[in-house]
């Protein structure tokens, strides 16, 4: 059985009360504890303990990050949440430093993580339109895809050695939703990536 750690990022406003994000969460909980897994799960905007975090991520052989794409980047409270974890996390139980050592000060930064063998995937819904990325006609992402736009999150997980798992993505989730078929996709997504039942679950 695979533990599995997963993060709703999703902060509430008046225009977003965070019901999408909450049924993708809801959805791969059920998901992975009809495999056998174990799972915890962690609402960024809502209170939480510092220390209990960091040992989430220390017992996780799976961290899944779920959020709202706001302002090309994660929710503040998602923000927040990262600045007082992982900072706290770099006194080398997530990380040993940032990888580098007195007798090589200009090589190997971002090599001291301390998650290797964790591994992550990102979930995340946009406003924008699946065509707006990977299109180097469009405007604003000039072709960028989805993982490019998430370059900073990706290199926070490396940070900490954890290993990429492929992205999922809801779009035009504000303008335009079909949520049924995102759940179908999100589904679908989840049994590539993981498979039906976990490979130490019992026959």
């Known amino acids: 059985m695979a533990n599995v750690f997963i993060l709703n990022g999703h902060h509430p406003y008046s225009f977003s009360e965070g019901k999408l994000?909450?049924?993708l969460v809801a959805r791969m909980k059920v998901f992975f504890e009809n495999r056998g897994d174990t799972v915890r799960v962690t609402e960024t905007a809502k209170d939480y303990d510092i220390e209990t975090e960091i040992g989430n991520h220390l017992w996780a052989d799976i961290v899944i990050m779920q959020f709202?794409?706001?302002?090309?980047?994660?929710p503040w409270s998602f923000k927040k949440y990262q600045d007082l974890v992982w900072t706290a996390g770099i006194d080398g139980r997530l990380?040993?430093?940032d990888g580098r050592s007195a007798g090589a000060p200009k090589e190997n930064y971002g090599a001291g993580g301390k998650l290797k063998g964790t591994k992550y995937m990102l979930s995340l819904t946009y406003n924008a339109p699946k065509e707006a990325f990977d299109d180097p006609k469009e405007f604003l992402f000039e072709g960028a895809s989805v993982d490019d736009l998430m370059f900073p999150l990706h290199m926070n997980a490396r940070f900490f050695a954890m290993e990429k798992l492929p992205t999922f993505a809801a779009y035009d989730v504000m303008k335009n939703a079909d949520v049924e078929s995102d759940f179908k996709r999100f589904d679908a997504h989840l049994n590539f990536v993981f498979g039906a039942k976990s490979s130490h679950a019992a026959a």
């Open 21 to 23: 994000n909450a049924s």
């Open 68 to 74: 709202p794409v706001n302002w090309m980047g994660v």
């Open 95 to 97: 990380c040993e430093g």
